[in-house]
Structures are given as structure tokens and as C-alpha cells.
């Protein structure tokens, strides 16, 4: 079993729609959560990291269920600017060893 | 501010030959961690530099190397390049060595061994 395992993708939606993305990670030790963008040909870039709680950041909701080692990213009201593949990132020790699931390609299209 | 900066940009190479990619962290940074990326994957972590020592390593073979310097820079050298070593090699910077900082990333550099 893969460490973070994301959904296959790609994703391909009209923009104005709600995109949900999917995380699961194995290592139950696991103790900051992120959600990262990359573009393509380029470097990833933070998009948010994801607390127990649940946090917001505009159209971005990352909620985290430890119980079930679960991780979500939604996107609200999509833009064309949106379209990028989105890594599901998980760190487990305390000295910052990511570990990146695959990623999930969305498309954003007119 | 300068962000975590990295050469060169792309790089070809033909198999057995050795190859060293530099970085630089992004100002106030004192930990670098190398990763490669594959087409298609996510990124994969290398090893880790804190205080000129390396602190952690991934699951890559001794071919991979790394040193980092008195000034927070950092180099990955890999000794006798397979086909398979070709994929884009990241350097990430952040504070203090804990994992909980933000990591950032530079451009990358684009390995490819023919």
C-alpha cells in the first residue's frame, strides 16, 4: 500500500463548478497534513495545510479525519486558474520528511 | 527576498557519467531537503541537510549524495547516472529543521540521462 494514495484524476470541469479531492495516508504516526499545487513544468507550491479542525482559505476548504487517515481538498466556484495538479502531502517524523501522494491533474475548462 | 534558487535549470547527461546540482535556500533558511520528481509522479524525498550534516534519508542508494554548506547551500551529486535517474530534481528550504515549518521549493533542475 502506498504511503498517500490520491484519487486517479484527471479531473475535467466547467468553470463555476465544486471539485473534490480525496486523500488517504497509511502511517497513523503522520503529523502535518498539506495540500500543495504544481503547475505544469514547475515547482510545487503550497496551497494550504490542513488541520484536525478543518480550515478555509477563500474557495479552498482541506478538512482531515485521523480517525479514518483521511484528507480532502474542496474548491468552490472553479476558475480557469485552478487548473494545476494538486498533491496531497504528509509529514510524519518531526524533522520534515514530505511525503507526496501522486497528485490529481484538474482541468479547468470554459 | 530571494527564494530557494537552483542550477542549473536542465542538464544531459549519457549514463555512468556523474553529475552535481546546487541550491540555494531562500533567505533565513538554515534546512535543505532534495527530492526527485518523475514524469508523472509525486515527488520523492532524497534526504534532508541540517547543520552541514545530512539528518534524514529516503530510500535512494549511495549513489545519491549530498553535502551542504556553512552558508545554508546545498549540492546533490549522483555517481554513475542510470536511464532511470532522468526526472526533475527539487530543492526545498525551511526554518529551523522542525517539519512542522512551510517548506518552499525552487524551479528545479531537469535531469535527463541518455
Known amino acids: 500500500r502506498k504511503e498517500v494514495e490520491q484519487d486517479p484524476g484527471p479531473f475535467n470541469v466547467p468553470e463555476g463548478a465544486t471539485v473534490a479531492f480525496n486523500c488517504t495516508y497509511s502511517?497513523?504516526?503522520?503529523?502535518?497534513f498539506f495540500w500543495y499545487r504544481q503547475d505544469c513544468r514547475k515547482e510545487p507550491k503550497l496551497l494550504m495545510s490542513?488541520?484536525?479542525s478543518g480550515n478555509e482559505d477563500g474557495r479552498f476548504t482541506a478538512q482531515l479525519n485521523r480517525a479514518s487517515q483521511y484528507i480532502s481538498l474542496l474548491i468552490r466556484d472553479s476558475k480557469l486558474s485552478d487548473s494545476a495538479t494538486y498533491l496531497c502531502?504528509?509529514?510524519?517524523?518531526?524533522?520534515?520528511?514530505?511525503?507526496f501522494g501522486k497528485g490529481t491533474k484538474l482541468s479547468v475548462k470554459p | 527576498d530571494a527564494g530557494v534558487t537552483q542550477s542549473p535549470t536542465h542538464l544531459i547527461k549519457t549514463r555512468g557519467q556523474q553529475v552535481t546540482l546546487r541550491c540555494s535556500p531562500k533567505?533565513?533558511?538554515?534546512?535543505v531537503s532534495w527530492y526527485q520528481q518523475a514524469l508523472g509522479q509525486g515527488p520523492q524525498f532524497i534526504f534532508q541537510?541540517?547543520?552541514?550534516?545530512?539528518?534524514q534519508r529516503g530510500n535512494f542508494p549511495d549513489r545519491f549524495s549530498g553535502h551542504q554548506f556553512p552558508n545554508y547551500s546545498s549540492e546533490l551529486n549522483v555517481n554513475a547516472l542510470l536511464l532511470g535517474d532522468s526526472a526533475l530534481y527539487l530543492c526545498?528550504?525551511?526554518?529551523?529543521?522542525?517539519?512542522?515549518?512551510?517548506?518552499?521549493f525552487g524551479p528545479g533542475t531537469r535531469l535527463l540521462v541518455l
Open positions: 502531502v504528509v509529514n510524519v517524523g518531526s524533522q520534515g520528511n514530505l511525503i
Open positions: 502511517n497513523s504516526a503522520s503529523q502535518s
Open positions: 490542513v488541520y484536525s
Open positions: 533567505s533565513g533558511h538554515d534546512t
Open positions: 541537510y541540517y547543520e552541514e550534516e545530512e539528518r
Open positions: 526545498a528550504s525551511n526554518r529551523g529543521g522542525g517539519g512542522w515549518e512551510t517548506q518552499y
